[in-house]
T-cell receptor, first 113, second 110 residues
Framework: SQTIHQWPATLVQPVGSPLSLECTVEGTSNPNLYWYRQAAGRGLQLLFYSVGIGQISSEVPQNLSASRPQDRQFILSSKKLLLSDSGFYLC????????????FGDGTRLSIL | GEDVEQSLFLSVREGDSSVINCTYTDSSSTYLYWYKQEPGAGLQLLTYIFSNMDMKQDQRLTVLLNKKDKHLSLRIADTQTGDSAIYFCAVPGGTYKYIFGTGTRLKVLA
């Protein structure tokens, strides 16, 4: 069966520090991969998605970037964190092709001090 | 672009039925989904309906789709305290993307 792992589960970082969140998927090949941010008490904002290695689509201009160095690995990064980057970050995968259901990781709670 | 709206809160008594509503502005013919999010966790896929269906029942869950009015609802029968969570609808927003609703926080009172 397919599984998705995100780490770390929680992270506290100072303003201006770098960020690297990692997400890996097991049990499937060539998944579509997604990064979302969820602000406290709010819905999900799609940040990036990828349909293949090295292919990244950005949904909103921001202080973050994403990379997909391997088929089942998706990384969310920042060179310098802002206070507004605080939130709950969720990684998700879906099967190849359009409009497949998305399956989510357990999320990373990021607090910026 | 696609806009997906849900009411923010719903409170029901244990044993009653819950109905969570979702309205959207545009959708291609495909699947529409309901997800559940418990505190501090990711989203769990609950159920789905294909756009050529009006209703789908899955144990205590019933999904109703009114394509004409662009209205999707999730009914939970015999609501339990373990059903307390945030519920999101998700509608197609492009070939590879879904747009998630704002989420409805369901509180079940014992």
């Amino acid at each position: 069966s397919q599984t998705i792992h995100q780490w770390p589960a929680t992270l506290v970082q100072p303003v201006g520090s770098p960020l690297s969140l990692e997400c890996t998927v097991e049990g499937t090949s060539n998944p579509n991969l997604y990064w979302y941010r969820q602000a406290a008490g709010r819905g999900l904002q799609l940040l990036f998605y990828s349909v293949g290695i090295g292919q990244i689509s950005s949904e909103v201009p921001q202080n973050l970037s994403a990379s997909r160095p391997q088929d089942r690995q998706f990384i969310l990064s920042s060179k310098k964190l802002l206070l507004s980057d605080s939130g709950f970050y969720l990684c998700a995968w879906s099967g190849t092709g359009g409009n497949q259901p998305q399956h989510f990781g357990d999320g990373t709670r990021l607090s910026i001090l | 672009g696609e806009d997906v709206e849900q009411s923010l809160f719903l409170s029901v008594r244990e044993g009653d039925s819950s109905v969570i509503n979702c309205t959207y502005t545009d959708s291609s013919s495909t699947y529409l989904y309901w997800y559940k999010q418990e505190p501090g966790a990711g989203l769990q896929l609950l159920t789905y309906i294909f756009s050529n269906m009006d209703m789908k029942q899955d144990q205590r869950l019933t999904v109703l789709l009114n394509k004409k009015d662009k209205h999707l609802s999730l009914r939970i029968a015999d609501t339990q305290t373990g059903d307390s969570a945030i519920y999101f609808c998700a509608v197609p927003g492009g070939t590879y993307k879904y747009i998630f609703g704002t989420g409805t926080r369901l509180k079940v009172l014992a």
